[in-house]
Nanobody
Framework: QVQLVESGGGLVQAGGSLRLSCAAS????????MAWFRRAPEKERELVAA???????NYADSVKGRFTISRDNAKNTVYLQMNSLKPEDTAVYYC?????????????????WGQGTQVTVSL
């Protein structure tokens, strides 16, 4: 397992942008599939975006065209660039990691989690 620390959350107006970062410990970050999940009040945790160790990304339909996931293996960091934010994007965002995962689809695919960072989008 790796230790994950998220940062970059905050309060933003609708239409604005935020970039979340997730720093991972260890020397084998390059071999991990990384993902961002979110949990809104009274809703289930959902996969927002994932990027495999090979660099392939996938997104939830609700964020396609607005969010971009990327990784910098030299910095052991994964990012989530969020543009055109909407009030319905308000949630706690979690970073997750799993070694050598070929395709991410659900939370139980991941064994390492960060503590979460709050994103609030106001009207």
């Amino acid at each position: 397992q790796v230790q994950l620390v998220e940062s970059g959350g905050g309060l933003v107006q609708a239409g604005g942008s935020l970039r979340l970062s997730c720093a991972a410990s260890g020397r084998t970050f390059y071999s991990y599939t990384m993902a961002w999940f979110r949990r809104a009040p009274e809703k289930e945790r959902e996969l927002v975006a994932a990027i495999t160790f090979g660099g392939t990304a996938n997104y939830a339909d609700s964020v396609k065209g607005r969010f971009t996931i990327s990784r910098d293996n030299a910095k052991n960091t994964v990012y989530l660039q969020m543009n055109s934010l909407k009030p319905e994007d308000t949630a706690v965002y979690y970073c997750a990691a799993e070694q050598a995962l070929l395709k991410a689809s659900k939370a139980t695919d991941f064994g390492s989690w960060g503590q979460g960072t709050q994103v609030t989008v106001s009207l």
